[in-house]
């Protein structure tokens, strides 16, 4: 089914859905991981299973470099690279371990371990090219290979949370995390020029200037070799059937001081493969061959002091209007830093609809800085004291994952006391 009609579809349920006024006596939808978590009952997040919150991003689908041959997958980047396209996704996931909160009084306490992991990754249009179609193409040439980028942040959390009813209208939260660093990567410069050479003696010969810089850092997956801090707050304001919410996440740092290291290559190499004849000594050019390519690809130890890296910011806003006891319609967006430098942005326009008293669902059109036709899709459900629900912010990625830009799923398992 063509997804256009899909999303004519999706806007012609919303009208549907807001017709039902049953009366709503649990918020199923307030059980979001947001700074202002507010509940009136103690709730166990199932261990392992308590939130999983996974998504990845990409500027350019897959079906853009791939297709199936006789149930056999094609790769092939040719039209990718003449189009000029880069190669560029991100990663990133939150998953919370164990999670337990209980309310007192007017105020709701909550603490848990989380794991989160935060990756970014751009590869040059001339660098893909380099490596599909050969170096040949650059005979005599001198060709520039910049703003290739990685970066990579992995750490664990103990967190400490308390939202509390300010007044009728307004509610505030905190969120206290103590830190540990488990994975860091940050490829700072990933510069380099090749000429290929027409005048050696073998036709491999290379001019290489290198560019070349990163920091690494990594740590057991418990422990607090890496400490950190960090900070999320929330509120949210009533106002008749209006509600609004704004929440910063991940206001903190990692300060990393384990198995550091600093490293770079800068200069000129010169590399033109195995020159050999019958009265020499093959093993002997080998090692030398060897010898030159490790010059080129491994990069220098030049520190292995400690550094800080601040957190990847997360900045969460949403307008919601409620149409009657049981429908909300909503207007979200959520930001998510990438590379500590810029950010992927996401909005969402729909409708969440609670039936009965323990079941609910969420539609909403979504788009993002690489692609504007998506449909999210989540539900919740309540057996006795279990609480299931699921999401996923592109339910078309379920028709044709090649064919789409992001990929989104959200699970959790909780225990209501």
């Known amino acids: 089914m063509n997804r256009h ?16 006024s049953s009366k709503v006596e649990i918020d199923l939808f307030n059980l979001k991981n947001t700074s202002t978590f507010l509940n009136s009952d103690t709730i166990l997040g199932v261990p392992f299973f308590s939130n999983h919150n996974i998504h990845f991003l990409t500027k350019n689908s897959f079906n853009e470099f791939s297709y199936f041959d006789n149930n056999n997958l094609v790769v092939d980047f040719s039209e990718y690279i003449e189009k000029g396209n880069n190669l560029s996704f991100k990663f990133f ?24 992991s935060y990756l970014d990754l751009n590869i040059s249009n001339e660098l893909l090219d380099l490596f599909w179609n050969g170096n040949n193409q650059y005979l005599d040439d001198f060709t520039y290979f910049e703003d290739n980028t990685a970066s990579l942040i992995q750490f664990s959390s103990i967190f400490f949370q308390f939202s509390s009813k300010i007044s009728d209208n307004f509610l505030f939260g905190t969120r206290v995390s103590l830190l540990h ?39 057991n997956f418990f422990g607090f070799s890496n400490p950190g801090l960090s900070l ?15 929440d910063f996440q991940n206001l903190g740092f990692i300060f990393w001081h384990k198995r550091n290291s600093q490293n770079q290559s800068e200069g000129y190499h010169f590399f033109d493969g195995v020159d050999y004849t019958m009265d020499e000594i093959l093993s002997e050019e080998v090692a030398a061959t060897i010898d030159t390519l490790e010059n080129i690809f491994t990069l220098d130890r030049i520190s292995t002091k400690s550094f800080y890296s601040r957190l990847p910011l997360r900045i969460n806003l949403r307008s919601a209007y409620s149409y009657n006891l049981s429908t909300d319609f909503f207007i979200d967006y959520y930001a998510i830093e990438n590379n500590i430098s810029n950010f992927s942005h996401h909005v969402f326009l729909g409708c969440s609809k609670v ?57 959790g398992i909780y225990y209501y006391f």
């Open 93 to 116: 996931s939150e998953n919370d371990l164990l999670f337990f909160g209980f309310p007192k009084a007017e105020t709701y306490y909550s603490f848990g371990f989380k794991y989160s």
């Open 232 to 246: 999320n707050l929330g509120a949210e304001y009533n106002l008749k059937n209006w509600h609004f919410v704004i």
């Open 5 to 20: 009609i899909l999303i004519f579809l999706f806007f012609s349920y919303l009208n549907t859905f807001s017709q039902n």
């Open 355 to 411: 039936l009965k008293k323990d079941m609910g669902f969420s539609m909403a059109y979504n788009f993002n800085n690489y692609s504007f036709n998506n449909i999210q899709f989540g539900f919740i459900k309540k057996f006795k004291n279990l609480l299931i629900k699921f999401n996923t912010n592109n339910l078309l990625a379920i028709l044709d994952f090649r064919g789409v830009n992001t990929f989104h799923f959200q699970t």
């Open 181 to 219: 660093g488990v994975n860091f990567f940050n490829l700072e410069k990933g510069n380099f020029s090749l000429q290929a050479l027409s005048d050696s003696i073998t036709p491999f010969s290379n001019s290489i200037n290198t560019d070349i810089f990163f920091e690494s850092s990594r740590a």
